[in-house]
């Protein structure tokens, strides 16, 4: 019982990209959600958590949103660099246990 | 800024058990503010928790792998510690150590580890 995400999305330079991530009343609509970047061959870093809270190293140009049962990160100006794959992540108080969504790859045009 | 690195075999054989072990530097395992997880990641495809642990020995783990596996920690040596019994080829993946801040401080995967892999093959 993961978090659904959509395996792709295409934008183009400088664009901004929204990427999603549906859960349930146990997962993303009770705890919120967190957001990782995980570039080719490295580990997953850590963009946005409790919904809307960024560490202190990532870019303003990353926002995340949630509504209901669904997270949303946003990323404006798209920069070759922001090609990647990002997963959402969340506590599920019925299962006492994280789920991962499937990741979406980002692909900057 | 703590830093996690993680050890072990990288190939096992199927039917006996994986261990790995992940060594914490730059700043104590025994803090109350953070849980320590496990997750892997099968080549090509998504994260997969496993488990976490917190410093009083509580454990949460993955309900599809809970009768395979056990995770310990070790304050002396700040280390952590996975064992998957019973392998196979499915649990061929990269193992990935990271650090939980606790639901009062943020609930997230803030630090990882560079990652191990395992390959389970004869």
């Known amino acids: 019982a993961g978090l659904t995400q959509p395996p792709s999305v295409s934008k183009d330079l400088g664009q901004t990209a929204t990427l999603t991530c549906t859960g349930n009343?146990?997962?993303?609509?009770?705890?919120?959600a967190a957001w990782l970047q995980q570039h080719q061959g490295h580990p997953p870093k850590l963009l946005s958590y409790?919904?809307?809270n960024r560490p202190s190293d990532i870019s303003e140009r990353l926002s995340a949103s949630r509504s209901g049962n669904t997270a949303s990160l946003t990323i404006t100006g798209l920069q070759p660099e922001d090609e990647a794959d990002y997963y959402c992540?969340?506590?599920?108080?019925?299962?006492?246990?994280?789920?991962f969504g499937g990741g979406t790859k980002l692909t900057v045009l | 800024q703590v830093q996690l690195q993680e050890s072990g075999p990288g190939l096992v054989k199927p039917s006996q058990t994986l261990s790995l072990t992940c060594t914490a530097s730059g700043g104590s395992i025994s803090s109350g503010d953070y849980y320590w997880s496990w997750i892997r990641q099968p080549a090509g495809k998504g994260l997969e928790w496993i488990g976490r642990i917190y410093i009083s020995g509580s454990t949460n783990y993955n309900p599809s792998l809970k009768s395979r596996v056990t995770i310990s920690i070790d304050t002396s040596k700040n280390q952590v510690s996975l064992m998957l019994s019973s392998v196979t080829a499915a649990d061929t993946a990269v193992y990935y150590c990271?650090?939980?801040?606790?639901?009062?401080?943020?609930?997230?995967?803030?630090?990882w580890g560079q990652g191990t892999l395992v390959t389970v093959s004869s």
């Open positions: 409790r919904n809307n």
């Open positions: 990271a650090r939980v801040v606790v639901p009062t401080q943020g609930h997230a995967f803030d630090i």
């Open positions: 992540s969340a506590w599920d108080t019925s299962l006492t246990a994280w789920v």
């Open positions: 009343s146990n997962n993303v609509g009770n705890q919120g």
